[in-house]
């Protein structure tokens, strides 16, 4: 039976540069000298830090010294780090957007943090909500440890946060002297022109740590994320890294495969999962009885789908599941994990054929589990 | 000028297989289809865990099933995850060897827990001790969430737990059902024959975790540890996990490696690193009036070294630094962080010149840094 890989966020398969890593592996660890033989250490392979920090420039038009950035194994060790960094006391609050990351979600309250979301709309994080909430915390003499945003291809919304709600995040974040964590991991993962300065590039008064991945352009078995910021903060961050560092081997064959291709091959795969986004946009409008409204991300990996009401989403879950459908649901991205009317579509990983076919099935699985009112 | 790099456990690096690690890079990646381009998922990849589960039925002599084996980012993200497994709540105990690894120590500390020190004698931690301390616990109330210990070539004191005192620490902590970590990262590190079996091979009636490393064998580089836990404890423990699993890349690439030629590689750098060990043994020998006494362990990367009394430590600690001698302070491995008459040494990573030249420098250092009586 056909499987349709919708759930998880990852890259194209098929242009996984297998034979290109292992090239990179052939030129470059002969040269490596004794590097192997000790730890990574908190910021880790050099190399890889100063191209990671070109990757930056060339992106968001400003430097980034690669001294301000620590690599970590995928970018969840450094979201993870954040709360063990920030979050002193169980029940200490970290703001972030009403639907955000699960994986971000289960650690931030896996540290004992208290999540509180903060409703979005097509633009990201809604600004007067944020202040609200804010101030009501302050009222019960309470101050948010950080807020964690996701203002560039949001996930799992797929919403861009436009410049002038940026700059309005990092005044308030500024006057409250709240630290902005910014994860950036879908960075370059980009479909049509939309580019928007990343906070940590904007003025700020504030804290802000920026986070990056290569899981997305490249591929999440590597485990190479980092995080960039200023000092001290970066070395307050990095006493509670408790791992060595991260893999010098991976490093060392991702910069070697990158340093003179990397934006060759995120243009080709950029390409590539474009065209799966445009089919998946084709077949979910096709069945406008079930599904109510998606969101047209212009980068990222995914799309947010509203069902149509009066779906028992329980039993679509079995049903597409017993027809080898994967998808992520709604409440899995909910700060408090409350049942909503959504299901997440990654468009990465799959073949143009399973979106094809697969999208249909699930429409027709929709249309089975519908409530007879 | 020279430099002595007796601090850090470091494996000898010019064994260190850049070439054949190259060259399995070169073989498996154009052969791993789409893993790359997946989450390696919490256990990771089952070749490697494979080869390890045979590594240790060799070592051992009975079997490890390779779903009990998990991958982890060096041993020291299967340490931190005991803790985050096992301590609930700020204050929680856990027993530990008075001296012991150090980023053990601090990843504990971070975690909330309150590190309660076992004496230690030539074997190892006292049994006599442990139960008073369990007992004395039990009396105020407070009953330890795990054991952790260092049974095999102990860092940083280099002592072998004889079996006799195996089957009495899983007596006691069966009779208590107190867990028993099991740190076995030297495992493979042995220059005489001297095998006690794991204590994960043992009878027990409580739970046991056992921990091995690469690093120690290959090199931290790689960073790649692992930890072997039953289920449903194995599960259990993984909740924890935050990381999206331990990187398929590094793993591939030593699985690879060491897939026809993991004991050719551990006898040969055995045979480099006993004649350091060899040659430190003697040089420290040469200096019996500052060196009062010292660990001769038959396995793992240490000499645990008493400096005779009357030491400015603080002093001799600039004056070392000052010529570029490395070692670690005693302090660093006690529970608490107290000063005691003790360096440690390693030896793996210096060339025998280094040691050669190094020890009687540093016993150098030692009789400038006397207090005058």
Not at 57 to 65: A, Q, T, W, Y
Not at 187 to 202: N, R
């Amino acid at each position: 039976m056909n499987s349709f890989p919708f759930g998880s966020g990852r890259p194209d398969p098929e242009s996984f540069p297998n034979r290109g890593l292992a090239e990179a592996a052939m030129r470059i660890l002969p040269e490596l000298g004794d590097e192997l033989a000790l730890y990574p250490g908190n910021l880790g392979f050099e190399p890889m830090r100063r191209l990671m920090s070109q990757r930056f420039e060339k992106r968001e038009g400003v430097p980034l010294p690669p001294e301000q950035i620590a690599l970590t194994t995928g970018s969840m060790q450094a979201v993870t780090l954040m709360a063990q960094a920030f979050v002193d006391s169980p029940g200490d609050v970290i703001l972030m957007e009403e639907f955000s990351y699960s994986g971000t979600i289960g650690a931030y309250k896996q540290e004992g943090a208290e999540l509180v979301g903060i409703p979005l709309d097509e633009n990201g994080m809604r600004m007067d909500a944020l202040e609200k909430t804010i101030d009501e915390l302050g009222n019960a003499g309470r101050k948010p440890k950080f807020i964690y945003a996701l203002v560039t291809y949001q996930n799992p919304t797929g919403s861009i946060m436009p410049i002038d709600r940026r700059l309005d995040l990092l005044d308030i974040a500024g006057r409250h002297q709240i630290p902005v964590v910014e994860d950036h991991c879908y960075a370059d993962t980009v479909y049509e022109d939309c580019h928007e300065p990343a906070l940590y590039t904007l003025e700020h008064e504030c804290p802000v740590v920026h986070i990056e991945s290569l899981s997305k352009i490249l591929g999440p078995g590597v485990r190479m994320g980092y995080l960039a910021a200023p000092q001290p903060l970066l070395n307050e961050i990095l006493k509670f890294r408790r791992d060595g560092g991260a893999s010098t081997l991976s490093a060392a064959i991702v910069y070697e495969y990158f340093r003179e291709q990397l934006w060759d091959h995120v243009g080709n795969i950029n390409t590539i999962v474009k065209e799966k986004r445009d089919l998946m946009f084709h077949m979910l409008a096709d069945s406008p009885d079930v599904f109510e409204w998606f969101s047209k991300p212009k980068g990222g990996l995914f799309i947010w789908v509203k069902l149509t009401d009066g779906v028992d989403r329980s039993a679509l879950s079995s049903l597409a599941e017993s027809r080898n459908i994967d998808y992520a649901s709604g409440s899995a991205f909910h700060v408090r994990g409350e049942d909503v009317p959504f299901i997440r579509l990654a468009f990465g990983y799959s073949s143009l054929d399973q979106i094809r076919e697969g999208i249909p099935l699930l429409a027709d699985c929709v249309r089975q589990c519908r409530i007879a009112s």
